[in-house]
């Protein structure tokens, strides 16, 4: 007897977010954590604009906008020089810039959405062992009360760098350790310098660096912002770190508690203006190790977030890669469960996000050793800088080697703008026969589904969009949206054909033909994480249906 679909363990971003969206895609879960209130702490503080778009499919981007700081950029000082300020600016279509938000604002803003699907944390149950066998999960969990035995289809382990599930699964977890232990601060800061920008002052030694550093990140809140700095002396604890003798030592409470006058001794070394540092609401030690798994998971156990992968917090990419790892494996879960596919289609998620993991892990270190916080690509001017921006806002995050995809059904050059396998773009300046307003292509993708576009203008034959609709309805079980991009030219709101009309959208300014290279007449597949699944021209209904059949198999 199974008593839940998922079992979701920790209740951090990445676990509210697997089980957020488990529930969106209409599967059954509980979420547990041993923590039996959450932590009020400023842990991981930079949101990506591509955890923005992933808000944004959720339904959740309008209140993190309205509760996160804008990031305008950062300003640089290196052995008492100012370097080239840098300004985040993205191009113009993309919806979504870099922000600021606590870790615990983000948790409650995740917790509340979850609620609304009538689920919430249970807090104080810890993992203590589990046991899988081919259809099912069985757990054990201990509880205020005593132990609660419970089995499920499918556990998934987001408790982090010390994870129980990842030590369960014996996974090997290599890399290594920092030798530095850092103090973290949230604390208000009277200076000059500009609102809205990070500062990273680094002082090398004659001989060896860095010897000093310290890094401020504006906060939600007047003057609020979070610093980060080399421990002092009196506060490191001996090697060992928070996950004990021969643990993992990656986290907070790694030494002792940082009071204000020690950050306010690193601003008086550090910072390039006079700086006065009050209100105080939490620090902390922590230290800093790299390391990823062997693979994301086994059998019906899976593991996500930090449980996964931890690096240096350089550049904000920890959190946010591990609410896109939540956000792969949440709907082809509910796929599978659903009976819509078959179980083959979890293997993709350890081959799609793990190639992610080890790129963010080796970049993040790369940053933290060279102390700029510029990849040996990125650096420099021009458009060196611009994707190094893109880069570090995870846009160019992408799975083009997937066995959900192939490059084959493409039909032309290799210079088109988005192949199977990117993300796929948002577009402005759509227009639906009903609205008066234009609208975003991210519009049309905020379905749990897969969305079908069929491209179409002149070329595009009588009864042919139709009969592709009904092909690709019929290979992914139905559980497909389907919408006409009409180019400019093609006249009315409704396909010509005697099938059932379907809903049209038009693409009046060319937004979407430019941005994603669309030809008459082309079928574009996006899955539900908003990745391009395929795109096919010429417009035929079997390649069509094949892209579908390859995560829609026979179940």
Known sequence: MVDV???????????????????????????????????????????????LEVWDTMG???????????????????????????ELKLPP??????????????????????????????????LVSFAQDPDGVDVELRTPGGVERLRCRYLVGCDGAHSAVRKGLGLDFGGGAFADSYMLGDVEVDWDLPAGYALRVVRHAADSGPDDLLVAVPLPGRGRYRLSAIAAPDLVREPGGPGGPGGVAHGLDAGGRPELAHLQAVVDRLAPRPASLSALRWSSVFRISHRIVNRYGEGRVFIAGDAAHIHPPTGGQGLNTGVQDAYNLAWKLALVLRGAAGPALLDSYDAERRPVGEEVVGRTVRHARTDTGRDEDGAGAGDGVERALIREAQLLIGYPDSPLVSQDDVGGSDGLPVRPGDRAPDCAGLAQPLAAFPQRLFDLLRSPRHTLLLYAGRAAADGLLERCAAAAREAAHGALDVYVVLAPGRAGDEPAGDGPALPVVHDEREAFRTGYGARDPEAFVIRPDGYLAGRVHPLDPEPLAAVLRRTFGPA
């Open 60 to 86: 959740l981007a309008r209140q993190a906008l309205a509760e996160a700081l804008p990031l305008r950029g950062q300003l640089t000082w290196i052995d008492g020089r100012e370097q080239p300020r840098v």
């Open 5 to 51: 679909d998922v079992l979701v363990v920790g209740a951090g971003p990445v676990g509210l977010t697997a089980a957020a969206e488990l529930r969106r895609h209409g599967a059954d879960c509980r979420i547990v954590d041993r923590l039996a209130a959450p932590q009020h702490y400023a842990k991981a503080v930079g949101v990506q604009p591509r955890t």
């Open 93 to 126: 279509e993309v919806p979504y810039g870099f922000a600021a938000l606590p870790q615990y604002a983000t948790e409650e803003l995740l917790a509340g959405h979850l609620a609304t699907y009538g689920t919430r944390v249970e807090r104080g149950l810890e």
